[in-house]
């Protein structure tokens, strides 16, 4: 027993959560809370209790002894000898009240064997009965350690009136309570009995069982809710997938009804334009023929106005000339073709058929027999990392068994039968092809099997030979300088959409970006402090809308970039305040849009909108030495703390978790961790700087597996800072120390 432990803060230890009183007569309620008899008592008839009663702190039902009354609930006997411990400990502050005269006094002993305090008169009466001379009796004032240690260990006292605090040495079965003598005499008789030690040892036998079964019954449902939380993540890929499915199917159909509107309006305006043209001539030629009649009537009116008869006669030839430019014939209808009018006669049958049937449907396939496995993830497989199989849904004449909404499964064993614990990733593809990915956590063969709808398919399962942890390095770039393209201690890493990668070239305050393939695109910024300038560039991130955030340390500032490297906006500012940032570093974007940055002058993680408004903090109260960057995993905030050595995990209102790691070189140790990130499969992938190299957790912590080591030559890393994930799952890392970035597959 650690007594200096105990007696520190004894006296709350035994004050009732109900008076704030020092225990009197503590009873325990079954939810295992103890109060005062009095206290519950007065707690009961306020809540309206009869046959239950209500516990005062949990707030749990319990039912009232048989007997109706409170006083049969257990006592507390552990208390019992805390009070005395209390009062021994107190004695010199406060005077203790003698258990035979009732008289408070400063001046008291224990006996031991009657537990009981006598004042100086009364304890020279106890030591003169016979009976008592082998009573051990010891001033307050002379108590040591070793004697607290003996008041907690006084036997249980039977409290019931008249029975003398005679020892509890019987354990009633029927009744299930300890009792003594005086009980069993006239309470008890005929019942069950045993010795109360030989109760408390069969008792404390069985707790033991339990506490001894429940670890592994504890990690089963730790294990269960993990289950149960990758399950949820695969549904909720699941529902992703199929609705990007719906979206294509949508999307093509849409386009072929838009090529379909198009050609019939190229149609329209073609016939319409020929029409048009025809009327258009015979409009000319109409417009000729009125010209022609008018100057015809001005001239034949002339000789009719202003001519004799003589000349009227004279002038006929002129005036049957005058007539024969006016054409007297009447105009003609025009072709009923070339005026008609256009009608669209929509395809009802199409409408309805859509209305009717749908889209699509989701459906389930009923046969796997005829479906082919094949692929390289066939014959060899390798622990913690991603390898590929095909699944193909059509038989040999190549029939389609099943489409892209089926559901299919992959399950992984171990040589003895038990299921590893194994990452599957299924893509659906079209025409009844699937891609899936799947990582091994376990060595030697393993036996894969392979269901659509619940039936296995065609030669599954089938045997994986699993090779240990590696990464190949395929692609290196950049070198120390400040040309295009080369690098001055590169802070961080981004990757978009389109696989560009962005990287902060820190000591040339710049932005660079280069394709998937490590080929110089872009860049922009320079030095200073003005909008779109920087002064050592560190984390550095993409958000959806494309935009390019990049916090500039040396302004203590987030700078916003369009993907071009246009300047946007910026937010920060150095200071204290919520809105502020000192030394900001690592940032990156949470699923809903948000900006994370690792605010490590403050101490702090600060979650920002896309604009720049404050949302969130956490920290403070010394939980942070150095924050380094923070990355936001379905419910998981992870934070890498630098100076302490470790990963901290927070839920997304900031309540801390757990954290894992320590400082040192070992698989899972940690020496000054720098940027984070997640693979597909939600694994955590970790720049173990201050060691050169990066290491792979599960997010419980449990390590995984490592790569990298100290050097310069390919696959090496001297301060490896930041890493990436591309869309082909190749990680780019930041080798901040060779002014570099190598992509590993």
């Not at 560039?537 to 916003?560: C, L, M, W």
Request: hydrophobic share 30%.
């Amino acid at each position: 027993m650690d007594i200096k432990k105990l007696l520190h803060n004894l006296r709350e230890e035994v004050s009732c959560s109900v008076c704030t009183n020092v225990y009197t007569d503590p009873k325990h309620l079954p939810c295992l809370h103890t109060f005062c008899l009095q206290c519950l008592k007065h707690w009961q008839r306020t809540s309206h209790g009869r046959d239950s009663i209500r516990c005062p702190m949990c707030q749990a039902i319990s039912k009232v002894p048989e007997s109706g009354d409170l006083e049969d609930l257990p006592t507390s006997f552990y208390l019992y000898g805390l009070i005395d411990v209390l009062a021994i400990k107190e004695c010199k502050t406060s005077q203790v009240r003698c258990g035979n005269c009732d008289k408070k006094s400063s001046e008291i002993s224990y006996c031991f064997h009657c537990c009981v305090f006598w004042c100086d008169e009364c304890v020279v009466g106890h030591n003169i009965i016979r009976g008592n001379k082998d009573h051990r009796v010891l001033a307050l004032k002379d108590f040591q350690d070793k004697d607290y240690e003996d008041v907690m260990k006084r036997p249980a006292l039977c409290r019931k009136e008249d029975h003398n605090n005679e020892e509890l040495k019987f354990f009633c079965k029927e009744c299930e309570m300890p009792v003594c003598q005086t009980c069993v005499t006239l309470n008890h008789g005929g019942h069950d009995m045993k010795l109360i030690k030989e109760e408390a040892e069969t008792q404390k036998t069985e707790m033991n069982s339990f506490i001894e079964n429940q670890p592994r019954n504890l990690q089963a449902k730790e294990n269960a809710v993990i289950k149960c939380d990758e399950d949820c993540a695969r549904l909720i890929q699941n529902g992703r997938d199929v609705k990007r499915a719906v979206q294509t199917f949508v999307e093509n159909l849409t386009a072929v009804i838009e090529a379909k509107k198009r050609n019939i309006f190229a149609t329209l305006e073609k016939e319409t334009s020929k029409s048009i043209e025809c009327v258009t001539k015979q409009k000319t030629e109409i417009e000729s023929q009125i010209k022609a009649i008018k100057s015809s009537l001005e001239k034949a009116e002339k000789l009719f106005t202003r001519s004799t008869n003589a000349e009227v006669v004279q002038l006929k030839m002129s005036f049957d000339t005058i007539l024969e430019g006016a054409d007297q014939t009447e105009p003609t209808d025009r072709d009923p073709e070339i005026v008609a009018h256009f009608l669209f006669v929509g395809n009802q049958r199409l409408l309805n058929t859509i209305k009717t049937e749908g889209i699509g449907t989701l459906k389930k396939g009923t046969k796997a027999s005829q479906c082919v496995v094949e692929g390289k993830g066939l014959k060899e497989g390798i622990i913690n990392r991603e390898a590929q199989f095909t699944l193909t849904t059509r038989d040999v004449e190549g029939r389609l068994y099943y489409n892209e909404c089926d559901h299919v499964t992959v399950e992984i064993r171990d040589e003895q039968g038990r299921e590893s614990v194994t990452e599957v990733q299924i893509n659906d593809c079209k025409d009844g092809v699937y891609q899936i990915s799947y990582l091994f956590r376990g060595q030697g063969k393993c036996q894969v099997a392979v269901e659509v709808n619940g039936e296995h398919v065609h030669d599954s399962p089938f045997t994986v030979h699993v090779t240990p942890f590696q990464l190949k390095p395929i692609l290196s770039f950049g070198k120390k300088g400040s040309s295009l393209g080369m690098f001055g201690y590169p802070w961080g890493v981004a990757v978009n959409n389109k696989n560009e990668i962005a990287v902060t070239d820190q000591w040339n305050h710049r932005v660079q970006i280069f394709n998937s393939k490590g080929n110089y695109l872009r860049s922009f910024g320079r030095t200073g402090t003005k909008a779109g300038e920087f002064i050592y560039p560190r984390g550095i991130t993409y958000h959806d809308n494309g935009n390019i955030f990049a916090a500039d340390h040396g302004s203590n500032r987030v700078q916003i970039f369009s993907g071009e490297g246009e300047y946007v906006g910026s937010f920060g500012g150095e200071g204290r305040l919520d809105s502020q940032l000192n030394n900001p570093w690592g940032l990156s974007v949470d699923s809903d849009g948000n900006i994370i940055v690792a605010d490590s002058g403050n101490k702090l993680i600060k979650i920002f909108s896309p604009d720049g408004k404050f949302l969130q903090k956490i920290g403070g109260k010394g939980l942070f030495k150095c924050p380094f960057h923070c990355v936001q995993y379905d419910r998981y905030l992870i934070v890498s703390d630098h100076h302490q050595h470790c990963i901290k995990v927070f839920d997304r209102s900031g309540n801390f978790l757990y954290k894992f790691g320590k400082e040192g070189t070992g698989d899972g140790e940690f020496n000054l961790p720098r940027c984070l990130t997640l693979n597909n499969f939600g694994h955590l992938t970790v720049c173990d700087g201050g060691n050169h190299r990066i290491q792979v957790f599960d997010l419980n912590g449990k390590f995984l597996g490592r790569f990298g080591t100290n050097g310069d030559n390919i696959g090496e890393f001297n301060i490896p800072n930041a890493l990436a994930v591309l869309g082909n799952g190749h990680i780019c890392v930041c080798d901040m120390g060779n002014s570099r970035i190598q992509i590993f597959e």
